[in-house]
């Protein structure tokens, strides 16, 4: 009996040693920005516009195959447009650029860090972050998936949550056909 309480003790003592030392490290991987691409569609009761925006640095962060955590930096002065050419686009890019919208000269970039991840399937994610421009913080919860070294996710962002009211119809009547609407959409195709 003596014996089979030692050999239980020894059993337990080897096994607790053995899992102190197995720890799932996290791995970082850093995002190829020149690889990577975050496209921006803005919606307005004529019709739409549509750009890029660069990406200067960014992260995700996993436990094994498993993603938990990310965080990007926007490179807000390289927005531009796709959809306008010539003197449009100038303007167009400006006026994003302005303090109407952005406000790149004060706010040159915005930043999403990652603050809960909830798996939804194989490779998919729900992510909660905390969404920066213009200074300002507020939570965003979209969808990630990632494929290999590949991810795409899909945000929606409402603008007027971080000051940018210009021609929103929520906060100015009569604006009939002039108004733009609150929300604008980010994809991302990333490579690490």
């Known amino acids: 009996m003596k014996n089979k309480i030692k050999s239980l003790a020894i059993v337990a003592l080897v096994a ?10 996290a791995e970082k991987k850093e995002i190829k920005t020149d690889k990577s691409k975050l496209v921006w569609k803005g919606y307005k009761f004529t019709g739409s516009h ?12 996993f436990e094994g195959d498993k ?19 010539g003197g449009m686009k100038d303007r167009l890019e400006g006026h994003l650029k302005s303090d109407d919208f952005f ?5 040159p970039t915005s930043t999403l860090v990652f ?3 909830e798996s939804t399937g194989k490779n998919t994610y729900t992510v909660t972050g905390d969404l920066t421009i213009k200074g300002i913080t507020k939570p965003n919860t979209f969808k990630i998936s990632i494929y290999g070294s590949k991810a795409t996710a899909n945000l929606k962002v409402d603008r007027t949550l971080y000051d940018i ?9 009569n604006l009939q056909d002039q108004v733009i609407y609150d929300e604008f959409d980010l994809v991302a195709d990333l490579q690490f």
């Open 16 to 25: 607790f040693t053995t899992f102190s030392f197995i720890a799932v490290s």
């Open 50 to 61: 549509d750009g890029t925006i660069g990406i200067k640095s960014g992260s995700l962060t």
């Open 67 to 85: 993603l938990t955590g990310g965080e990007f930096v926007v490179d807000m002065t390289s927005l531009i447009s796709l959809d306008t050419e």
């Open 103 to 107: 406000g790149v000269e004060k706010y």
């Open 115 to 117: 603050k809960k991840i």
């Open 165 to 173: 009211k210009f021609k929103s119809g929520s906060f100015f009547d």
